[in-house]
């Protein structure tokens, strides 16, 4: 059996000066245990709301069902936390999820709390403690964090970079989406050792050198893809388009470790081709795949690999797209095929598109099929023409690969909304509409995030009048993906209002909750945080 103990206490605030400590109670017993360090960081709630939490119940969830159950209490004044009850011993194995949830003097749970992403017991060194890392926050709601960007922006993007932390690279800080002065100040956030750095100085890390500004461009998170024979980890930041306008080429990697020695980035061969407003997908075994985008020539239609799996990484090109694409739709498989769909864009005249295309990586070669073609077994290409929707993979892991596609129509196709779904198996596979649509319609500038167990936040964005909008709503479909043979019956469930309207903003995940970063607000770009935190009960 392992052990849990809960380490430290509640970090006051998104990041604020780390966690208290307090002593650990520790199990002595035979046989193989572990440590499950518990790490809360409590988000910026009103004091009403804060002063209100006794306590918080603690449930360690194996296979959908509550394993053990322990609480701790909470000062007010300090935010330490302590044992209420013995700490419970948690399975030897297998994938646990860590829950919390307040309660408050009187022992009745209040609607916050918030969970971590599953944790495979099996897959971390035995000798080393395990953390469970959770933001605490409104459940089904959000949460302002105390925490700001140093540099308000929007169109950049925010990376998950492990271990409850992500990174801002990019973005224009000043003016709106179509024009202003880029941001040239890298950001990375902590939540849960309090720490917020900047390559201008703000904090206690070494950067070194650092990519320029940019936008349009790509940045992977390579540790959600990579397999466990993979060692590389980090963040791959590709691409763009810099402050005169040209199209990049070079390629940078950020590993977190290295804010600790001497530098965070380093610089790796470049693309063969710049590309403004490409598209990239990580491979399971150390490849990034690059598709898409505008040199300075116009649209690039070759297919470019990262290889990072040999001792030097090495970038060559393995095929060419049938249709040139800009800002297209990547959606990632969940087969072993290191198969992945290309759809939509603008193409070479400017205009959106819903073509589609898969492609498989097979060696060193691609091969490539038209969906609407037998040789995929699929049944269509986009159902609207789209460029820069938001997706995010309803399932993610799924040999099915859904995806929930929206918005980036015209108004011709405003309310559209669709599903990707492919088991290359099945009968059923390609593009199929959804038999419902979002209480608000928004065309440009909104995200989607896929939620823990199953489902996605669509939040942002503007409407079709060019209004932005606050409205966050939840999309489930009602009946099995695998099922669908026609429109998917699927309902959008609204969960309320940011706290800050906004659109081109970017949203990652960071321990089982959606993190709102920066974006165009009401009066210019933003650099407030907002955080979503589903309930599960």
Excluded at 102 to 119: D, F, K, M
Excluded at 240 to 256: I, K, N, S, Y
Excluded at 280 to 303: F, H, K, Q
Excluded at 416 to 423: L, Q, W
């Amino acid at each position: 059996m392992r052990r849990l103990r809960i380490r430290g206490g509640v970090a006051i605030g998104l990041a604020v000066g780390g966690v208290a400590a307090c002593d650990p109670r520790v199990i002595t017993e035979p046989g193989p245990v572990r440590d499950l360090e518990v790490k809360l960081a409590l988000l910026d709630l009103p004091d009403a709301e804060r002063n209100a939490i006794g306590s918080f119940n603690i449930e360690v969830v194996r296979d959908n069902a509550v394993v053990e159950r322990t609480a701790v209490s909470r000062n007010p004044d300090t935010g330490v936390v302590s044992f209420l009850d013995e700490p419970p011993r948690i399975p030897a194995g297998g994938i646990v999820e860590v829950r919390v949830v307040a309660v408050n003097v009187s022992g009745e749970e209040l609607p916050i709390g918030g969970r971590t992403t599953p944790i495979d017991l099996d897959r971390i060194d035995g000798g080393a403690p395990v953390e469970a890392r959770v933001l605490v926050g409104r459940l089904e709601g959000f949460t302002a964090a105390a925490q700001l960007l140093a540099t308000p922006r929007l169109q950049h993007t925010a990376t998950s970079t492990g271990a409850g932390t992500f990174l801002v690279v990019g973005g224009r800080r000043a003016g709106d989406e179509t024009a202003g002065d880029l941001a040239d100040e890298i950001e990375w956030f902590s939540p849960f050792s309090g720490e917020h750095c900047t390559s201008g100085g703000v904090g206690n890390c070494a950067f070194g050198a650092v990519p320029p500004a940019r936008i349009e461009h790509v940045a992977v998170d390579l540790s959600a893809r990579f397999d466990a024979a993979c060692p590389v980890r980090g963040v791959l930041v590709l691409g763009g388009v810099d402050e005169t306008g040209a199209p990049l080429a070079d390629v940078w990697r950020f590993d977190a470790d290295g804010l600790r020695a001497g530098g965070a980035f380093s610089t790796l061969p470049s693309l063969v081709k710049a590309r403004a407003g490409a598209g990239a997908v990580a491979l399971p075994d150390c490849r990034v795949v690059v598709v898409g985008g505008e040199d300075a020539a116009g649209p690039v239609t070759d297919i470019e690999i990262v290889d990072l799996g040999g001792p030097v990484p090495v970038v060559t090109t393995v095929g060419t797209l049938p249709f040139s694409t800009r800002t297209p739709i990547v959606i990632e498989t969940g087969n072993a095929l290191q198969e992945f769909i290309i759809a939509g864009g603008l193409d070479e005249r400017g205009d959106r598109t819903s073509g589609a295309v898969s492609v498989s990586l097979r060696g060193d070669d691609a091969a490539l099929c038209a969906l609407d073609t037998p040789c995929n077994n699929q049944n269509s290409a986009l159902r609207c023409p789209r460029a820069a929707a938001a997706t995010a993979p309803l399932q993610p892991g799924s040999e099915l690969t859904p995806a929930l596609i929206v918005g980036g129509t015209d108004d011709r196709c405003d309310a559209s909304v669709e599903v990707f779904r492919a088991s290359f198996t099945g009968s059923v596979n390609g593009f199929v509409a959804v038999g419902a649509s979002p209480a608000v319609t928004r065309t440009a500038g909104a995200t989607v995030t896929p939620l823990r167990g199953g489902g996605a936040l669509l939040m942002g964005g503007r409407d079709g009048q060019g209004l932005l909008r606050a409205e966050a709503e939840r999309f489930a479909p009602i009946v099995p993906i695998e099922d669908v043979a026609g429109p998917l019956a699927g309902a959008f469930t609204e969960v309320g209002d940011a706290p800050t309207p906004r659109a081109f903003h970017a949203a990652v995940l960071v321990e089982g909750a959606v993190v709102a970063v920066g974006g165009l607000g009401e009066v210019g770009p933003e650099g407030s945080v907002d955080v979503f935190i589903g309930d599960w009960r």
